[in-house]
């Protein structure tokens, strides 16, 4: 038996301009725990893709012990014994645990359509096999056969979806499985079940490859990791190797203006500031405001938010603030909630709990459209132009809830005459422009609007350094033109150079709060996006 | 000859004027809104009880069928479409509930006779009648041997205002720009600060009342008034030629409306009547098989 | 009520009374079983009707032209509707959702328009005389037939086809993780869904003197999905119940005779908008079950393969 499970080599693929993956090769060792991080967009998920066959292979080669499986449809790879979970739980929802898993040993089982038909028991042996196997493997994953068995996939908590998810692919017998982010959304005490699942599975002779953004979960159990940015792997190694690579620390934290990646990171600056900014840092304190003045006529001023996707809560009580005038950013890690925030703000999802009120308008019950015309507006994350019509039309329907048509018009002269590259291109449908231009589209337009308060959400997401350069020149044109930014940001560095204050989420919660300066020297920023 | 093709434009002028308002939903709510043939046929049912139980004069009569039509188009979407959108239902289940919401219509029609409840509304239970000649102004014009009705004429003339005037909406104006959000990502659109529900009952009542107006057409330049006659006539017939023009196309729409009827006429006259009724589904077949983007390349939305 | 009175006081009298009824609801229930089956896998199909028109077309020319025994006709009925399937299927089922029920309707009326309505073989627009045709005699057969089929069907539904139908149904692409051949079972729904339509339509043309073929267009496909919709698709006994509730309304309710596409149009829409899953489906008989009634005795528990 070769020593390498799964090989890949100079595996690429591309939509459209984007090289999603490019020129990726790996080395999977049979019994291995493999880990495979990068931020955002890196091409993380299109790689677990091309291995499990549902996004075709453009060139390349990727062989499971010397076998070449590119090519293959998913069903046949899958049948070769690489099983997979999903990045957004793919569970058959109306089905029950018991049936989610039985569907998985489809490819064990065999042709029995014909003694299914018979009504004796004797044909039903095979059956009853499956089935205690089926429950067998729900004990396996932490989920009592008992209570669990004949509950429907969808009524399930959601850390017990992702732990059904993990059985289902386990009864396809597999030699290797892809778990694809198995502990997004999960408290750590879920984290810390999944992590020894992980483990003990492993230690049963099981090859793991593992996707996740919490570096805790995989720092901790993998054995080799690669990190990928922008399609390429930018870093292969043990991961004490890997967290102390400079690249990687520049992937992830972001680098600023005119520095070089390395001296960028704050951990090797970070011991001699520590004493002095650490005076100006306060761990925050859910129950009291984080507001360092806690003024009354805070622009915006969130309370105790609550906020989540039906029984997941994404958003676990934050407060904060933001005074007129200030750019305040909400930094953290993919996943941390800081979108959903955006989202609770601008009326798109209801909160739980809590308040959030803008300018005397509750933003806990006011239709999106109120809010926007009240001057709260979102430039959401991925930018969202709308590919189909022109850089002039998208501008124009910025100004959608305005109704003074001709001091619209003018606007929109003056912002394509202060961005160039706008003016040029009045006349070409968005999904033309590179996304540095859609960004800078989607925050022009958003200026439209006529925003007192500006939440930017992601604005550097896939981006090249140059171009983060140029949008966040953009954002602090804006900025210095009157507009009160609220900004989100997972390239941590650039955020703080241009807010004033920021707050640094962590699952749900606000972790750290103090001034942009402050914050940027200080380690504990690090250890929250590289787990340390 | 030249007459079947003279009609294969007049024809094609009504399938174009029915497809647009059929695409125009299926575009924006991304929802196949198959009552879309019941307002067509309520549209001529209504102008017609207008004309004749009503005695208003025919223009009268027409506006107020149009009317209706858009208020049915309203019907359709808080009846059939936004209480499943509310619940995130699957998009074929919008499919299913303006079957419904079409059988209700078309036997409403079908069972209205003189002495039932709806006798205001229609008074022929299921037969087929026609607007009489001395209310409707019809003239006859006979240039280099072709027969050219003035309803006719007025058909090719309004559909090709109408659909005008629809493409320099969508095109240039702060409303269309908006339709169009809405048709591609409703999320960015509802943060720009448009009311999608309101731009999804604006797309109903605009779609309705271009169907009804269709509607109005057919039934006076071909003579024929029926609950029937938007099932029979069009329903299938409207969905080819969206599928002809790719889903979701309002140019794809009006093309594909002269393109089957011109394919119409060819088909009656190499193969005769009973080829003619059915090269439609033919057509909506073969292509969806072949080329399901449509011949003019719209880009499939279709949600997984 | 009259109905009722007779069904539970004379039950062999109400069955001779209303044998055609019977007949009637036998053949909607096996045509509603088979739109079933299709959407059993997630798929919405409206070629069932273009299907039973094969069939019984091919029963009736049969009998018409060789002297074959019935029961071989209506088999080569329905196992020519089932060769059909796999011709249509192999291009059609790569569409989805609004585009394959379109096509499938497509399909379903160019059979009609552009090959019942031209061959002299099945007389054009005037149909077909079928004088063996037998129409007390045949009510029989169809019951046999139905419950045969359901037996099938409710069996199918653990077996590994009907696994992964099942999970197809609920998600394609996480079925393909599990190694399940999408295309394939997708095909084996739609030709099984055609055989079943096939056998209905060659057992429908015998217990009526006459086939028609405007009995075969898109306002019978839809009246079809409406049965199983009403009657919901989480198990066989769904489209029955969809079936035999919508057949027998008129005669139940006589009055309502005349608005008959009203009442099923209004109940089309109050289920899909307020009971999705339709009257028998999960939590179907959960508000009607006495608090008495042992749980596991209920049709509305998420059937799992562990009973069987």
Known sequence: MPAHLLTLSGVTRHFGGVQAVDQVSLEIETGTIFGLIGPNGAGKTTLVNLITGYVALQSGRIELEGQPIGGRAPHQIASLGVARTFQTIRLYKQLTALANVLVGMHSRRKHDTLQQLGLLPVFRRGQLQRVAEARQLLSRVGLEPERFQNRRAMTLSYGDQRRLEIARALALGPRLLLLDEPAAGMNPAEKDRIRELIEELNAEGLTILLIDHDMRLVMGVCRQLAVLNFGRRIALGTPAEVSADPAVVTAYLGTQAGEEGATAAPGAAGPELEAPVGAALRVADPTESVHPTDAPAAMLQVRELRVGYGAVEAVKGVTFSVDKGEVVALIGANGAGKSTILNALSGVLRPHSGSAVFDGLDLGTAPTHRIVSHGLIQVPEGREVLARQTVRENLALGAWSRRDGRAVAREIEELMERFEILGKRRNLAAGQLSGGEQQILAIARGLLGKPRLLLLDEPSLGLAPQTVDLVFGVIEQIHAAGTTILLVEQNALRALEVAGRAYVVETGRILLTGTGEALRQDPAVRKAYLGG | MAQQLLNAIFIGSIYALFAVGYTLVFGILDVLNLAHSAVFMLGAVITYSLVVIHAQPFFVAAAGGILASAALGLVVEYAALRPLRRRQAPQISALISTIGLALVFVSIVEQSKPGSPLAWLWRDGANSVRFPADRVPNATYHVAGLTLEASKLAILVVSILLMLSLGYVMRYTQVGRALRAVAENPRAARLLGIQVDRIFALTLALSSALGGLAGILFGVALSDVSPYIGRDQVELKGLAVIVLGGMGSIPGAVLGGYALGLIEAIAFIRFGSNVEAGVAFLALFLMLVVRPQGLFGARLRERL | ?308
Do not use: C
């Not at chain 3, 054009?124 to 359901?150: C, H, S, T």
């Not at chain 3, 069907?153 to 653990?158: K, N, Q």
């Not at chain 3, 051949?181 to 739609?190: C, G, H, Q, T």
């Not at chain 3, 139940?252 to 005349?258: F, I, L, P, S, T």
């Open chain 3, 1 to 308: 009520m009259d109905f009722f009175l007779q069904l539970f006081s004379d039950p062999v009298g109400f069955y001779q009374s209303h044998e055609l009824l019977i007949a009637q609801i036998g053949i909607n229930s096996l045509l509603a079983i088979s739109i079933f089956v299709t959407l059993f896998s997630g798929q919405l199909t409206l070629a069932n009707v273009g299907f039973m028109a094969v069939g019984a077309y091919t029963t009736v020319i049969l009998s018409l032209h060789a002297s074959t025994p019935l029961v071989f006709n209506i088999a080569l009925g329905a196992l020519l509707a089932g060769a059909l399937g796999v011709v249509v299927g192999l291009p059609v089922l790569r569409l989805r959702g609004v585009f394959l029920a379109i096509a499938t309707l497509g399909f379903g009326e160019a059979l009609r328009f552009g090959v019942i309505l031209n061959l002299p073989i099945t007389g054009q627009g005037q149909g077909l005389k079928n004088p063996d045709a037998d129409p007390l005699g045949g009510v029989v057969p169809i019951l046999v037939a139905l419950a045969l089929v359901a037996y099938l069907v409710w069996r199918l539904g653990s077996s590994k086809l009907g696994q992964a139908w099942a999970a197809i149904r609920e998600d394609e692409l996480a079925a393909s993780s599990q190694g399940i051949n999408v295309p394939l079972y997708k095909m084996s729904a739609f030709v099984v869904g055609a055989l079943i339509a096939g056998l209905a339509g060659g057992l429908e043309s015998h217990i009526n003197f006459f086939v028609d073929p405007t009995e075969y267009g898109t306002t019978r496909a839809i009246q079809v999905l409406t049965f199983a919709v009403v009657g919901g698709i989480s198990n066989v006994l769904g489209p029955i119940l969809g079936a035999t509730i919508l057949t027998s309304l008129p005669e139940v309710v006589r009055q309502a005779q005349d608005y008959r596409d009203v009442i099923n149009g209004v109940i089309l829409i109050l289920i899909i908008v307020f009971r999705p899953q339709g009257v028998l489906g999960g939590g179907g008989l959960a508000l009607i079950r006495p608090r008495w009634w042992p749980r596991q005795w209920t049709l509305t528990r998420a059937r799992t393969p562990a009973d069987a």
